[in-house]
Structure formats: C-alpha cells, structure tokens
C-alpha cells in the first residue's frame, strides 16, 4: 500500500505539471498580448461598453504593472515546475528503467536527464513559446481574453508587485532611462505606408487622386526640391508703386510678388489685396513698409514638413531659400508645398491664357 501511495503521488505531479504550464502559459500569452495589442481596436469597444475591453485598456495603460505580475507569474510557476514535476517524472521513469537490470545509480542519473529534458521542452514550447506566437498572431483578441484575469491577479498581489516595479523604475533612472507605463501601440511611417501600399493592390483602397501617394512621397522631400529657381521669379523693383504691382499682376497674373532692397535683396513681399484701399496719390508712391510682409527663410536642405510648419506658424506664404553659402537660391511659395500634397493649385488672379 505504501508503494502505491508513492505511485499515485507521482501522477499528482504530472497533474501539477499540466496546471502550471497552463498557468506559465496564460502569464507568457498575458505579456505579449498587452504589449501587441493595439489601442486603436481597443477603444471602440471600451466607448461601446464592453467590460473586457475597458479592462483591457486599464492593462495597456499600465503596461510595466501588468509586466511586472506576469513576470512574477512565470517565475512563480517555472520554480514549481523544476520543484513539483520533475521529481515526479523522474521516479516514475525509475520504475521501467528498474526493468533494464542496470545499478540504482545509472537508473537515477538517466531518469534524471529524462525528465530534465521532457520538463525543459514542455516548458519552453508549450509554456512559452507557443502562447507567445497566439498573442502575436491575434493580439487584440488574446488581449481581451487574458487582460482581465491579468488585472485581478495584479490588484490580489498588488503590495509585491508594487514593490518590485518601485526597484525596477528605479534601477532604470539610475542608468538615466525614465519609465514608460502605456504600452506604444501606434504605427509606424513605413508600416502605414506598407498597409496603404496592401490594400490598394488588393482593391480595397482606391487612390483616385494619389492624394495618399503625395503624403507619403512629402515626407522626404526637402525645400530645394519645391523651391523656385531666383531667375524663375518675377520680382518689383525698390521704390514699388500700388501701380505697378497692378501692372504685374496684369502682366503675369500672380498675387504675391517680392519686392526687392536698394541692395538687390529680397525685403519681404506683397499681395494685391495689400494695397487695394490705396487712392490717389498713395497709389503711385512706393507701397508703405507697413504693408509689406515680412518673410521667413529656409535653407535648401530643410524637410518640407518642417518649412509648411514653420510657415503656418507665422502665416507666411512667401519664403526664400538659402544655399550652403548663405545664398539665396530660390524661393518657396506656401502654394507649392500644398501642390505637393493635393495636386495643382491655380491662384485665383491667374488669367486663363496666362501660360
């Protein structure tokens, strides 16, 4: 009876060993889920009420606390399991090794290996590696799933894991990194630009217009590539009238024009409506300093991006555009850089047969 007794402790091992790969498991599946979900198909569902998904988000949004449990969770259970289960393993493969007629001592040390080996790989596929791979290949599913239980398990041993997350984040400050508590769930660039890219070759986006195209094309543009060429522009002489900017724009048919410095500098710029309310003999005295705008500039190498915020910023539509030698190079018109984006423009003064 005693013997059998021992038996049947053995295979109670083996019961212990399912539980805890499970358990191993649910924590492993628990981390990478939380981490690869994304919050944009979260949200909706937690707008919409859903209980698991609002728990879900709380668990996105306090990532290194749901680390932090599932790290103790999988500690906890990879320590039960060499301690449990591989006692078991081991003395119930002495009893067919016992058959084999070798001495007690190469009995154990084979059973030993044996069950090493079996709880080593049983441990690593099915407690690891596998629900590793079900929460990559379904994050937001498995995190709605596991998130919830994951939360409870944190607030149950809330004091510990607090503890050690405080010694985490404080080791991180130490090497002069600061600790983040949401999980990032946002796209990148190139992997947005890859989703548009799939799903117009699988007709699912239409880019008609190649609106979506130019945006993703913007960002590497640089102000040199857009900027017109100084011996492209038409430009008012110093001492400009109301006059003739009237004549430019009967001439050439555009609204904006720079005007130029005794020096030969470009001085800022003028638009027609600038100077529409000038009668009699302001209209043909050189236009007021107030009137002319001021202008920001750039240097050719500036991302355009940065050129449409820096101009937005200011409410400026005219920039000049510097060369490595402090030269003006060109000129970069607001108009333009939209064109880069929507496609053309046609200023509202310009005249159909203007060419």
């Known amino acids: 009876m005693a013997e059998t007794g021992g038996f049947e402790e ?32 979260i949200e909706p569902r937690a707008e919409r009420g859903e209980r698991a ?28 399991i060499l301690n449990v289960s591989e006692p078991a393993i081991h003395h119930l493969l002495e009893i067919p090794l016992g058959l084999t007629g070798l001495s007690a001592e190469m009995i154990s040390g084979i059973a030993f290996v044996i069950a090493l080996i079996v709880v080593t790989y ?26 919830p239980p994951l939360v409870f398990v944190s607030r149950v041993f809330a004091p510990v894991i607090w503890l050690m997350n405080a010694i985490a984040n404080s080791v991180l400050r130490v090497f002069g990194v600061e600790p983040k508590a949401e999980a990032t769930s946002a796209y990148t660039f190139d992997q947005v630009a890859g989703i548009v890219e799939q799903s117009k070759r699988e007709g699912l986006l239409k880019d008609v217009t190649g609106t979506l195209t130019n945006a993703f094309e913007f960002t590497a543009k640089r102000v040199g590539e857009v900027a017109v060429p100084v011996e492209e522009l038409r430009t008012l002489p110093p001492g400009a009238t109301p006059a003739d900017l009237q ?65 937005r910023s200011l409410h400026a539509h005219v920039a000049p555009v510097f060369d490595a030698r402090g030269r003006v190079a060109g000129v970069l018109f607001l108009e333009d850089i939209i064109e880069e984006l929507v496609g053309e423009i046609r200023d509202a003064s310009v005249r159909e047969t203007w060419n």
């Open 53 to 80: 998904a609002k728990t879900t988000l709380f668990a996105m949004e306090h990532a290194t606390l749901m680390l932090a449990t599932s790290q103790l969770g999988i500690t906890v259970c990879s320590l039960l």
């Open 10 to 41: 053995y295979w109670v091992g083996i019961v212990w060993l399912v539980v805890l790969l499970l358990g191993n498991a649910f924590f492993v599946g628990a981390e990478f889920a939380v981490i690869s979900a994304r919050r944009s198909q």
């Open 122 to 147: 049983l441990h690593v596929v099915l407690g690891e590696m596998v629900p590793k791979n079900i929460s990559f290949s379904v994050p937001d599913r498995a995190a709605l799933i596991l998130a």
């Open 247 to 311: 004549r430019a724009v009967a001439a050439y048919g555009f609204s904006r024009y720079l005007i130029e410095g005794d020096d030969g500098a470009l001085q800022g710029y003028v638009h027609l409506k600038d100077v529409l309310d000038l009668e009699g003999d302001a209209y043909e005295q050189p236009i007021p300093p107030e009137r002319i705008r001021p202008q920001i500039s750039f240097y050719v190498g500036t991302a355009l991006e940065d050129a449409l915020g820096g101009m």
